[in-house]
């Protein structure tokens, strides 16, 4: 059982928009930055977000990322095949003084 | 080219005892905090141990405080990891990550490809 909780699977067609949930508490969330990541089939992750909502360099505008309260959500927007993967929310939990993911999302175009 | 090499996973019985090692190159290896990251098969990503830029502080998950120690060598631009006691549940792809610039906990802006650990019961 993850500290941050994600949605098992998201799926839509190519060219349209999915988002993807993380949430969790005051401890984690609410009170830290968090980052998002690519996992693609048999890869290692990769970096997508930071601080909730930057961009690394390479990572195209299609992605974004918001936070409210105690929940983040990544958006990918112009859905392609290239994106199906394994995505992950990660933050730090000063509670627990340790980092924590959440349980992964795989992204299914249609 | 930043690049990370993770060596040192293979099968071992339980109990027994393994140590990885992550090579550096392409950047400042000594400016960095380092991290590892363990993902059992078909399972999502744990966190296992973070060190800093000098070494001389060190974080540990729950799940392997006490048995793991991960340690750095700056000289040679080589991250480790020591594991103890190892259980069947230590199975996983073990990878190691640089911090970004950020300094901050789950900014990994590089990972290495993993290195499979199997612990046999």
């Known amino acids: 059982q993850s500290v941050l909780t994600q949605p098992p699977s998201v799926s839509a067609a190519p060219g349209q928009k999915v988002t993807i949930s993380c949430s969790g508490s005051s401890s984690n969330i609410g009170n830290n930055y968090v980052s998002w990541y690519q996992q693609l089939p048999g890869t290692a992750p990769k970096l997508l977000m930071y601080?909730?909502?930057k961009r690394p360099s390479g990572i195209p505008d299609r992605f974004s990322g918001s936070k409210s309260g105690t929940s983040v959500t990544l958006g990918i927007t112009g859905l392609q095949t290239g994106d199906e993967a394994d995505y992950y929310c990660g933050t730090w939990d000063s509670s627990l003084s340790a980092g924590v993911f959440g349980g992964g999302t795989k992204v299914t175009v249609l | 080219e930043v690049q990370l090499l993770e060596s040192g996973g293979r099968l071992v019985q339980r109990g027994e005892s393994l140590r990885l090692s992550c090579a550096a190159s392409g950047f400042t290896f000594s400016s960095y905090a380092m991290t590892w990251v363990r993902q059992s098969p078909g399972k999502g990503l744990e966190w296992v141990s973070s060190i800093t830029i000098s070494g001389d502080k060190t974080h540990y998950g729950d799940s392997v405080k006490g048995r793991f120690t991960v340690s750095r060598d700056n000289s040679k631009n080589t991250l480790y990891l020591q594991m103890n006691s190892l259980r069947a549940e230590d199975t996983a792809i073990y990878y190691c990550?640089?911090?970004?610039?950020?300094?901050?906990?789950?900014?990994?802006?590089?990972w290495g490809q993993g290195t499979l650990v199997t612990v046999s019961s």
């Open positions: 990550a640089k911090y970004a610039d950020t300094g901050r906990w789950a900014d990994f802006d590089y």
């Open positions: 601080e909730n909502n």
